[in-house]
């Protein structure tokens, strides 16, 4: 039997969850949204929906506002993640713009009932959508304060039984420092739930990655800002690094 990754990686995706930081959105600005960093990443979407695969989308933001920052300086934490949530529905709404512009049919959740602007999360119609061959965002994180947007996309994609998820960052993979203190920072090819939490090493917080681990979703980290790589890594092509029960550390 060969490596995880030769056994995960040699054909396409058909359901997958995409998670997108609200850092991500803002590219080089120092806040706010990006609107050609946005229409780059829809069109790559577009591209992936395009082939029929079944595509989800959480989106952070963190480009807009930080619930854990704005505790640290003093506001109260539950309202903090709350506002959170609310800037993560502006960063969807923006980017269902961008793909409907491009034609891509697309549907907007949100845990936070707001049904002037988009659907309540309910977990049967967003699978159907799916079916459907639409795009689904899903915003305001999970609903709940205390909880981080990588969290939700762990829990959205047990939910509707995505193979995969990945997130788009602004490293190439995981590293076991920081790559952009550290030049001598080493970058896993693959790692296990278990190396990742042991070693606390910055994939996604320890929540998502036990939901991971306890529905064996694969997870896999790669560089946002290089072109096409959405597509490399739905295609199964090898990009960045990825976290999975049956990987080597590598």
Known sequence: MGTYQQVLRHKPYQRVLLKLSGEALMGDLGYG????VVSGIAQEVAEVAATGVEMAIVVGGGNI??????????????TADYVGMLATVMNAITLQDSLEQLGVPTRLQTAIAMQEVAE???????IRHLEKKRVVIFGAGSGNPFFTTDTT??????????????????????????PHVNPDARRYQSLTY????????KVMDSTAIALCKENNIPI??????????????????????????????R
């Open 33 to 36: 949204i990006d609107p050609e």
């Open 120 to 126: 309540p999360y309910i977990r049967r119609r967003a």
């Open 194 to 201: 278990a190396h990742v939490l042991t070693k606390e090493l």
């Open 153 to 178: 996309a762990a829990l959205r994609g047990a939910e509707i039984n995505a193979e995969v998820i990945f997130k788009g960052t602004k490293v190439d993979g995981v590293y076991d420092s920081d």
């Open 220 to 249: 896999i980290v790669f560089n946002l800002s290089v072109p096409r790589n959405i597509r490399r890594a739905v295609n199964g092509e090898e990009v960045g690094t990825i976290v999975g029960g049956l990987c080597e550390i």
């Open 65 to 78: 506002f930080r619930g854990v920052k704005a505790a640290s300086a003093g506001m109260e934490r539950a």
